[in-house]
Structures are given as structure tokens and as C-alpha cells.
């Protein structure tokens, strides 16, 4: 397992987490809410739905968070990184229900799954993460402060992967291809373009550009023992290959040639989640998955130092929030809590991150009752926050 693997994974994920909240964000025309309690004067929603990109890419690039982030560490348990989003995806005043986050998490996890598999070569991950980043940069173009983040952070990746090897670039493929291996969720979008199958495997094509530096498969040369060609076959190859015009920019500005890693609700339509296989199947996995885990300690640890580098900016001045729906309908969302398996939802257990030596057992005493805890009903209250893990 590759120690440099944890940035590429959260940014990439974060990048597809916020091009969905985007999407969702514009689609459902979220009326402005008032500017402060006993103000008449209410934030169009364009205002709105700018302030929360902009509170959670600045929780997002955090320069604290980014420093526990880029040490070299193993990646942890799914649920441990799940937990991370859930913080950052409350980081502003949107709410989201337990079922939006599951399909928002399903979306974020699938999404890139997809860009890895389809990476020309390891390398082109960090040019994934660039594309990822270039495109944040657009949503918070007119924040200055927030640009200064993201590029310290994209100034960060060059300087950390830039110098790796192609053997430690396929360390960490191989490494978030073990973390995607049992994620089989079907996607609408993947369905559509017969991209994916309808047992949720993704379809990997046999024609279009070859790795930059590679040639065109169809001839195989013979060499002697003193390194001299003596002898060309060529064969019959059955996709339709075609040589890369240039290697894309691995720059802070640059044109990244590979298309993987853009923003592919740019263009609206609906997107659709669902689970591959049957429910009871889903539910053996997940009553395997809360076995109290013997990394228990060290993942605790982990979030520990994440979370409590993380800013969050919590409503004032008598501010509301206001809840985001990731599917169509407040009916398919309340469908989608009350069918899933209940050994997949927890109850939600909130910790004070401090670095008090004190502290160290207790937390490592509630990360164990989260590793089993009860689960949650299916028919929670609709609407009810999910509440962070840990408050800032």
C-alpha cells in the first residue's frame, strides 16, 4: 500500500463531491434565504449557492487540514473517510438527509472509481487531480482568498508527485483500486452510455489514445542476444488504437489533455444511484463491515487529526439552513431511506477532537462503539440534519 495515495483520493473525491452539490445546487432553484433574522432582504439564489461552494472549499483546503493530509500515512477503512465527507459536506449552512448523502457518497466513490480504471497510465491520476482542481478554481473564481488555498494545495501536489516514479505512481493505482474493489453501485449516467453494466462493473474500452510514450500495438520485433533487430512481425489488433498528439500539462496551469476528471454534469440530466445485487446480499456485506476493527485506535487517531483541523463555519445571527435533495422528489428520498438496509445506518455519535493526552481514550472508547454501532431506523424523521462527527 502506498503511503502518498490519501491526498489523491480526498481531492478527487472532494472535486466530485462539489461538481455534484453544483449541479444539484442549480437544479433545484434554491429559493435565497434571508441574509440575517428580522432582515427582509433575501440572497438571490446564485449568492447562495456560491456561499456554500465557497464555505466548503475553503473548509475544504484548510491549510492545517492539508498538512495532516499530505503526510505520508496508509489509507483507512471506508467508513473513516466517510465520515470525513459528511463533516465537510455540512461545512456550510445546506443540510443533507441521510439518504442524499448515501446517493451523494455513492456518486463521489463510483465517479472516480471510473477515472482510475480508465487512466492511460498511473501517472495520469495526477493529471485527474489537476482537472479536479482546475475546475474548483472556477466555482470560486471571484474569492481570491480561496484561489490562494487551492493553488497552495495544487503547488503542494507538484511538489510532492512530480518527483515520483512510474513504479510508485502504479503503487498508488494499485492502492485506490483495492479501496474501489467491492463498490459495485450502478449510476444512471454510466448506465446510459453503456459505460457500466447492470451488475454495476464498469466496461473498459479496447480503442482510442495509447499511454503517452507507448506506440501503437501491431508489430513485434525480434532482437539477438547483442541487442540488434533482426526480424519485424506485424499482427492484427481488434480495437482501433491511435498515438497521443502531446502529454498533458502537469503544471499549475496547463492544458491536461486527458478529458478524466471533468465535470460531467455540465450538461444537465438526472443522475440515479442503485445498489447491484440483492439487498440481503448488501446486508451481509455491511453486518461484516461493523466487526469491531482492530485499527480502531489508529483510525480514531486519524480522524482525530483531520477533523480538528478542519474550520467550520457554523450558521450566525439567527441564519437557517436549508436542506438539499439529491434525488428528483421528497418521495423518492424518503423511498430511498426506508429501503435501504438497516445495517448500513448508523446513529451518529458527536466528538470534541482535542489533543489533550486525556482525551486520547476516550475517543478511542467512542470510535469503538462507532465501529459497532446500532443501526439507525429506516424511518428517520425526513429532514432530520445528519450531525457532524466531530464539531470544529
Known sequence: MSGRTLPLLFLNL????????????????????????GERRAVPAGSLRSRVMNDIISTMFNKKFMEELFKPQDLYSKKALRTVYDRLAHASIMRLNQASMDKLYDLMTMAFKYQVLLCPRPRDILLVT???????????????????????????????????????????????????????????????DKVQNSNGRFVLPISGPVPWGTEVPGLIRIFNHKGVEVKRAEFTT???????????????????????????????????????????????????????????????????????????????????????????????????????????????????????????AELSRILGELEVAEPRPASAEKGEDLLALMDG
Open 14 to 37: 472532494g472535486g466530485e463531491m462539489l461538481y455534484i452539490l453544483d449541479q444539484r445546487l442549480r437544479a433545484q432553484s434554491i429559493p435565497g434565504e434571508k441574509a440575517r433574522k
Open 130 to 192: 489537476f482537472n479536479h482542481l482546475d475546475a474548483i478554481k472556477d466555482f470560486i473564481h471571484n474569492s481570491p482568498g480561496i484561489l490562494n488555498q487551492v493553488d497552495e494545495t495544487f503547488r503542494q501536489l507538484i511538489e510532492t508527485y512530480n518527483c515520483l516514479s512510474d513504479g510508485e505512481f502504479q503503487l498508488i493505482r494499485q492502492t485506490l483500486l483495492i479501496f474501489f474493489q467491492d463498490m459495485h453501485i450502478r449510476v444512471s449516467i454510466f448506465l446510459k
Open 238 to 360: 481488434a480495437g482501433n488504437y491511435v498515438t497521443p498528439q502531446r502529454e498533458g500539462s502537469f503544471e499549475l496551469y496547463g492544458d491536461r489533455v486527458l478529458k478524466l476528471g471533468t465535470n460531467m454534469y455540465s450538461v444537465t440530466r438526472p443522475v440515479e444511484t442503485h445498489m447491484a445485487g440483492s439487498s440481503k446480499n448488501l446486508a451481509s456485506q455491511a453486518k461484516e463491515n461493523i466487526v469491531p476493527n482492530p485499527l480502531a485506535k489508529e483510525e480514531l487517531n486519524f480522524l482525530a487529526r483531520l477533523l480538528g483541523g478542519l474550520d467550520i463555519q457554523k450558521p450566525g445571527g439567527g441564519e437557517t439552513g436549508f436542506r438539499l435533495n439529491l434525488f428528483t422528489t421528497d418521495e423518492e428520498e424518503e423511498h430511498a431511506a426506508q429501503t435501504r438496509p438497516e445495517e448500513l445506518s448508523y446513529k451518529v455519535i458527536n466528538i470534541e477532537a482535542t489533543q489533550e493526552p486525556g482525551r486520547r
